[in-house]
């Protein structure tokens, strides 16, 4: 065991006693500054098995989820305690400071969080910026959205402005029309708006391609708050548009599994152990219509290795956690790494 990981369950209690964003800020400082120091790079000899997904060699299956890292700051750290992949974001054209705090809640006995961050960002041309400059093996993918204050009947331009600016310097690229926390955003998720954004975003994608001379795969990120009509529609404009991956799911809006906790109401999207099993299905269902070739990675309520060996059984190309580490620390990069 590496000392991060021995250091985080001593950590823990003092973190839980924070209020869950400043306990998170201060982590992720704390992480960087390991990684500075060296403190991380034993953790990299865990075994590594590449895989070939849309083009790309991913180090491992595993990937740090959207949300961690909204700034492209923190890409190396991640990349040294193990992560195969790292999706910075979501970004916006504008930046803009999100909704008011609190806006983050830790529900421990359900092991999960809910967050009405609202895509808080240094906007895409400051985090493109920075990722002009890394030096990591992992694989940066960069997830995009619309501004807050952008009407849906513009949203296309907004997720225009963050592909072109992205495709430079981007492994892949997240289309996230999935967030809660956008008023609106999910609309764009209904079959015409999305056929809309898709094939606008897609004929940009066959210019930049001849521009910068390399295809970067685009991905559309989903709710797992859709019924088996909505899910059946979404595939059929996947297929069609010949989207290259989908990302399964982001946090859910349904608070049946934590009915009756105290902070239950709080608005925003659920994740971590109570989003599992809905994510789950939501996987299988786009894995049953979607042509063979197009990869899907799973993303919700992973919590430990056999939780990521579950989204790879269900059809999940690769895997993404966000939640986990929180509950479980670093720790859970080696589990889920040594199980699958
Ligand atoms: C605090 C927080 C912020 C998040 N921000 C984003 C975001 O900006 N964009 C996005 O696509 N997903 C975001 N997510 C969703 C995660 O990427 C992930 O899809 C979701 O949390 C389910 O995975 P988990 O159960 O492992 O946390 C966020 C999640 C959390 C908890």
Redesign the pocket.
Known sequence: MTLIEKFYPVMKPWLFRLDAETAHTLTVKMMVIAHKLGMLKSVVTTPQQPRNVMGLTFPNALGL???MD?SASTVEAWSAIGFGSVEV??LTPRPQPGNPKPR?FRLPEHEA?I?R?G?NNPGIHSAVKKLRHRRTKAIVGV?IGKNFDTPNERAVDDYLICLKAAYPVADYIAV?IS?PNTKGLRDLQAEGAVRELISALKKEQVALKKEHGKTVPLLV?IAPDLNDMQIEALARVFNEQNIDGVIA???TIDREAVAGHALAQETG?L??AP?RDRSNLVLQAFRMLLKEQMPIIG????LNGSDAVEKLKAGAALVQ????LVYRGPGLVRDILSSI
């Open positions: 989820a959207a949300g909204k974001g979501t983050l969080l967050n961050m895509f997830n996230n967030s990120k799911t982001n946090t999207g994740s971590g989003v993303v919700g309520g992973i956690v966000y939640s986990g």
